[in-house]
Each structure stands twice: as C-alpha cells, then as structure tokens.
Nanobody
Framework: QVQLVETGGGLVQAGGSLRLSCAAS????????MGWYRQAPGKQRELVAF???????NYTDSVKGRFTISRDYAKNTVYLQMNSLKPEDTAVYYC????????????????WGKGTLVTVSS
C-alpha cells in the first residue's frame, strides 16, 4: 500500500514563509507527476504547482514568483517552498502523486495525501 504524508503546515503571518513536504512511502517502483493542490473553505480544490517525472514545472498564476516546487526523486518526496504568503493562500494543501507504479509492468494509479492546513493571518 502506498501512502502520501504531508508535513509543514501551520499558522504564519502575512509575508512569512512555510515549507511543505510530501513523502510517498510503501511499495513504489516509479512515480509520474507529483503536485500540490489546495482547497480553501467554501471553494473547489485547485492546482497550485506540479513537477513531472522529467522535471517540467508548472504553477498556477496566483503563486508564480512566490512559491517554488521541488522534488527529491530518490526519496519520492516533493516540496513546496511558500514565500510572501498572503491571507488568500489560507487553505488545506494536498499532495498528489500520479502514475504510482509498484512494478515495472504496472502503469500506476493516483494517490492523494490527507492534507495539511496552512493559515495565513493578516
């Protein structure tokens, strides 16, 4: 069984920084894309950033220049460095891993973490 565990959320003042981590554990042969999503109260879950297996990175416009996604392929871990945080960044942040394969012959399936809460006070 594969698990994704997010850490690093918390309460921070506007302008501050946080670093989120998401570690995938279990029987893992390979992982495709890994990314971060967030869901604010009363809103739909939205993509924040993702990084492909080949290292291609994409961000949603609202976080460009403030957030940085990175990945440790050997540790099956993805990070999100969040700087210049704003109250509107307040949300539960979820990690997602696509095409998690357990063998060479397995195409893989998608896993989600349970989320970590980020609260930015004004």
């Amino acid at each position: 069984q594969v698990q994704l565990v997010e850490t690093g959320g918390g309460l921070v003042q506007a302008g501050g920084s946080l670093r989120l981590s998401c570690a995938a554990s279990g029987r893992i042969f390979s992982i495709g894309d890994m990314g971060w999503y967030r869901q604010a109260p009363g809103k739909q879950r939205e993509l924040v950033a993702f990084i492909t297996s080949g290292g291609t990175i994409n961000y949603t416009d609202s976080v460009k220049g403030r957030f940085t996604i990175s990945r440790d392929y050997a540790k099956n871990t993805v990070y999100l460095q969040m700087n210049s945080l704003k109250p509107e960044d307040t949300a539960v942040y979820y990690c997602k891993a696509d095409r998690v394969a357990t063998t060479l012959f397995d195409y893989g399936i998608t896993y989600w973490g349970k989320g970590t809460l980020v609260t930015v006070s004004s």
